[in-house]
């Protein structure tokens, strides 16, 4: 079973930034897709960005486009997210997660991944 691990996480002032990184236990299935999501106090988790593969299709959430850039390391079976322009309402809990390109291709859905992290805490003070 692959297990994920975030790291990276702080407080950092507005327009800082801050890089996450989720380190895998082993290196991850064939056919899959990494992920980060995210869950602010009070408020459901929401999609943040996905990786398909190494230099792969991404996708990113409208509300961190152009801030947000997500990237693996196979060699280390790391996939990363670097977070730019960083504002307070980009305060949560960031999750790493990882699932199968074979079931869905929905990559914002986290029903689409099995193996998660147990997260990151990021907090952007104003």
């Known amino acids: 079973q692959v297990q994920l691990v975030e790291s990276g996480g702080g407080l950092v002032q507005a327009g800082g930034s801050l890089r996450l990184s989720c380190a895998a236990s082993?290196?991850?299935?064939?056919?899959?897709?990494m992920g980060w999501f995210r869950q602010a106090p009070g408020k459901e988790r929401e999609f943040v960005a996905s990786i398909t593969w190494s230099g792969g299709p991404t996708s990113y959430a409208d509300s961190v486009k152009g801030r947000f850039t997500i990237s693996e390391d196979n060699a280390e079976n790391t996939v990363y997210l670097q977070m730019n322009s960083l504002k307070p309402e980009d305060t949560a809990l960031y999750y790493c997660?990882?699932?199968?390109?074979?079931?869905?291709?929905?990559?914002?859905?986290?029903?689409?991944?099995?193996?998660w992290g147990q997260g990151t805490q990021v907090t952007v003070s104003s």
């Open positions: 997660a990882a699932g199968s390109t074979y079931y869905s291709s929905r990559y914002y859905d986290q029903r689409v991944y099995n193996y």
């Open positions: 082993e290196r991850t299935f064939r056919n899959r897709v």
